[in-house]
């Protein structure tokens, strides 16, 4: 519960800038696809609710959801941990119930999410307040929102049109591009595959991971430095680089010109 949503992909980012819980809901279900490997949801909302007298269940309606218990967890888990850490002192689930057995160690379950949990249930669910639905986010910004909300829909209709891993691997990029160093084996990881598996299907693919990561790289500079909302210096540290000349280099060797000359709109045709 300790890792921060935005931190897993652009999603993640979309989620933690939404205005209200019920909106982040509704951007979990729509960008479903670009969050995990294996979808299966089969163009079904993976997020429900259901109000009742004691408040609203999140239902997760993942097909099959014994068949890999961890995701519904980690949903679970993340939601939990996100309002503890924004909201520190209001308990955000009042129960929660999964479908798998009890296994050895259930009563962590309990410690670890702080609610009564049961399992062997007819669904996977989580039960929260209502007013839970409608609490605003101060961490709300529009430009944020729009900027990767418009990301996200270039590689869901991507991953929609060849259904390949370049874009989830992109999706994963987003959120720690800033972080300069990217690790193979932590993305491979993420995908739930090795390293020699990630490379073997991005070359099928016709790509390397390092021409993904370089493209990707491109594309995010010249998209902050385009919409002109910030600075060089903030667009080389955004998309990974420690100093500015090794970004200036890197841009002109995309582009033909400097970050500078590209902000400006002084075209340079390479």
């Not at 909201?87 to 929660?96: D, E, K, S, T, Y």
């Not at 990217?182 to 995908?191: C, G, H, L, P, T």
């Not at 002109?228 to 280099?249: C, D, P, Q």
Request: hydrophobic letters at 40%; glycine letters at 8%.
């Amino acid at each position: 519960m300790d890792t921060q949503i935005a931190e897993i992909s652009v999603v993640g980012l979309i989620v933690h800038s939404c205005r209200t819980l019920g909106e982040a809901l509704s951007q979990l279900n729509r960008y479903g696809k670009l969050t995990v490997e294996v979808d299966g949801m089969d163009g079904q909302e993976r997020f429900g609710t259901e109000l009742t007298r004691d408040g609203v269940w999140i239902i997760d309606n993942r097909p099959d959801p014994n068949g890999f218990p961890e995701l519904t967890e980690g949903g679970f888990g993340r939601f939990i941990g996100e309002f503890a850490r924004e909201f520190p002192g209001r308990p955000f689930a009042l129960a929660v119930e999964v479908t798998h057995a009890a296994p050895d160690y259930a009563a962590e379950y309990g410690a670890l999410w702080r609610c009564p949990v049961t399992f062997g249930a007819p669904r996977n669910a989580m039960l929260i307040a209502a007013e839970w639905l409608e609490q605003a986010f101060d961490n709300h910004i529009a430009y944020v929102f729009g900027v990767f909300t418009d990301k996200a829909d270039t590689l869901l209709a991507e991953l929609d049109r060849q259904d390949g891993l370049r874009a989830r691997i992109e999706a994963h990029l987003l959120p720690v591009l800033h972080k300069g160093e990217i690790s193979v084996e932590a993305v491979a990881a993420e995908m739930g595959m090795s390293r020699q598996t990630l490379y073997r299907r991005l070359k099928e693919e016709g790509v390397t991971f390092a021409a993904l990561l370089d493209d990707l790289r491109c594309r995010m500079a010249s998209d902050y430095l385009t919409a002109r909302k910030v600075s060089v210096n903030e667009t080389t540290y955004l998309v990974g680089f420690s100093e500015a000349s090794s970004f200036v280099r890197a841009f002109r060797r995309w582009t033909g010109q400097t970050p500078a000359e590209f902000r400006s709109g002084r075209a340079i045709i390479p």
